[in-house]
């Protein structure tokens, strides 16, 4: 019996299918070429992070919370700026005695200037090693032709004019440190799928982080994206958005109103959005990119992550009829 072919045999086949499949091949080889790519971009970590201090913006509730927690865990010198005293004192009694806080209003310069001065003397000669724009507001989110032009600023001026600003006052300590920024946009910078300030604001990120990684490239600071998808969090809370939605119909004047039919908030479907809330596993890995933000020696330009509310963009029979009422 010649054992060489029922060994060979196998593996023949396994390659005659890749080659009569050569888009299936394509795509695994891609797959696994991403993927070791990766790898290799996340194990090549800095090192020293006890003498690394990172800033992170919003972290009362949500992404910067955790991040916060699991930079510090991780050893890193986190700097948390809290939009609350009850945020910011929640946040210290979580976490170790390296952790500070400071209250940080981002739409306001006077208290960015405060913080500066405060992160200032935390650094002292060594800089700022990292700065994670992440706090963000979503609401007014709803049709355009139900906003006040104030609607649009308010959300603009957190998300956008506070990430710009935020970034200029920092960028002499960030320098010293040939440190790194990441900036938390969102898939909305991608595609509009909803009216307001939200999709604008981020789509200005997603602009403003890419000429700041060219721009600061000569000093040898890293810029990244991250643009999570739908996750249950402050900004996607539904009774947050439903209330907002509700105030805005009720300021409409009655003949917008009744171009747009007595029912047709009740009719928007804007409840079934829970079903579009990312699986809370992908959670795990969002703050993976942003750990990797802060640690790898090259970290990837942009991250995206969102499936459900992609697959309800692209693929799936729309569940909000539609998307918003917009
Ligand atoms: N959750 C998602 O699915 C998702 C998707 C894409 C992008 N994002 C982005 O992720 C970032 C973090 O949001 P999150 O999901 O973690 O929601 P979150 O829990 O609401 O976190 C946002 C934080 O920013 C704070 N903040 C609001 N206005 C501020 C201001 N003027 N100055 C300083 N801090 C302010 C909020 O404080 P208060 O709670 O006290 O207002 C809150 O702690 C945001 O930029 C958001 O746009 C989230
Ligand atoms: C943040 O600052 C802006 C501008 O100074 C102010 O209007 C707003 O009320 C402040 N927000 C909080 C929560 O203090």
Redesign the pocket.
Known sequence: MDLRVSVVDPVKGFVEVLLSHLALTCVLLLACLTAVRWYIRDSHRVGGFTQKHVFI?????????LLARQLDLKGFRVIA????EK?ATDLRAATSSRLKTLL?????SMSIRSAVEFVRREVGERGLWGLV??????VPIGPTEWMQLEDFTKVL???LI?VIDVTLQFLPLLKKAKGRVVN?????GRLSLIGGG?SLS?WGVEAFSDSLRRNMHHFGIKVSII??????????SLDLIEADLKRLWAGLPNDVKDSYGATYLDDCGYENAELLY?HPMLSGYLQGYLVHGARSHCPVPTHTLWSRLGRQAFLDPPILPPFFCV
């Open positions: 913006t919003g972290c009362d509730s949500g992404f910067g919370n700026g809290c939009l609350t945020g940080l209003n981002v739409t306001d724009n992440n706090a963000g507001r979503s001026n957190v998300n506070g938390v946009a969102s898939i909305l939200y981020k643009e999570p998808g739908f996750f249950k969090t402050g900004v996607t990312e």
